[in-house]
């Protein structure tokens, strides 16, 4: 057997996708509302909240 190559998922990286997702789903049928279904980032690649960009 040979060693795996060691993950770039970090736990907080994990607990934000979670949210990320479950953010999504409650959107969409809870409010009915039509989300982007994609990931808005800032010009540094990291996650906007709530899909505003910094630029």
């Known amino acids: 057997m040979t ?3 060691p ?8 607990v934000q996708h979670l ?3 479950e953010r999504n789903w409650i959107q969409r049928v809870f ?3 039509e989300v982007y279904a994609g ?3 800032d ?4 996650l906007c909240p ?3 960009t910094g630029s």
Request: aromatic residues 4%; glycine residues 12%.
């Open 7 to 14: 993950s770039a998922l970090s736990p907080f990286g994990l």
């Open 3 to 5: 060693a795996d190559e």
């Open 19 to 21: 949210a990320e997702v």
């Open 31 to 33: 409010a009915r509302r």
């Open 39 to 41: 990931r808005p980032v």
């Open 43 to 46: 010009d540094t690649g990291r």
């Open 50 to 52: 709530d899909g505003v």
